[in-house]
């Protein structure tokens, strides 16, 4: 069985102990710490800039996963890449420039991802395969933590793991929105190999670690 990689998505944290949390996640084993940001207009909300991911560099070591729900996103992508990110992950929704801002993303030295909404067919990325590192496949509507996985977004995993076959390409399929130990394994089995979690991590009753552990041994 293939490894997954676990992405907590700070969105969930406690904000008036971020440090604190962060710490809890990366002693818990979580592979990457998930950034969201969100412009107000791009999405219906507004989150975080370059400070929270220069923060969150200043707090840990894991690798920064930055997803950009915003307009215009290569205006802040030197930025956000600067402040310590990793991974950026931008949408192809809205964006008539995308390969250009991903082949941007990569030559500042970090890894490209495109995103799909949940209304996104995967045709719309087939020919940014070579360009990308990873492919985030939204399974909620994006903008909001704590909402409910769409089940309908199980067919679109297998239809993009059909497609980096396709290409023999070596991207990962990550996901994110209302993942917990129910719904990781049904995305596992479609593809998916990197997990965002907020609510199932931040949120768990029992505390950081055990919403980890909970999600670790979904597929065991």
């Known amino acids: 069985m293939d490894e997954i990689i676990l992405s907590a998505s700070i969105l969930s944290a406690d904000f008036a102990h971020l440090a604190d949390e962060i710490r809890q996640a990366e002693a818990a084993g979580v592979d990457w710490l998930h950034i969201d940001v969100m412009d107000g207009h791009f999405v219906p909300n507004i ?23 915003i307009e215009k996103p290569e205006r802040y992508i030197e930025a956000f890449i600067h402040a310590g990110a ?10 008539p420039n995308i390969h250009r801002t991903l082949q941007t993303i990569r030559s ?29 496949v939204m399974t909620v509507n994006p903008g909001y933590s704590g909402q409910t996985f769409l089940p309908e977004t199980l067919s679109k995993i297998s239809e993009i793991k059909a497609l980096l076959e396709r290409y023999q390409s070596s991207a990962l399929i990550q996901v994110d929105g209302g993942i917990n ?26 505390g950081v670690q055990e919403g980890v552990k909970s999600l670790r041994e979904a597929i065991k």
């Open 86 to 95: 990793n991974y950026v992950s931008v949408h192809v929704e809205g964006n």
């Open 181 to 206: 130990p129910t719904t990781l394994p049904l995305a596992y089995q479609a593809g998916a190999r990197v997990f965002v979690a907020a609510t199932a991590i931040f949120k768990h009753p029992q």
């Open 47 to 69: 989150t975080m800039g370059p400070f929270i991911v220069e923060t969150c560099r200043r707090v840990s070591t894991l690798p920064l996963d930055v997803h950009l729900m």
């Open 108 to 136: 500042l030295g970090a890894k490209a991802g495109i995103v799909l909404n949940p209304g996104t067919p995967t045709c719309a990325i087939s020919a940014l395969i070579p360009a990308v590192d990873f492919i985030l």
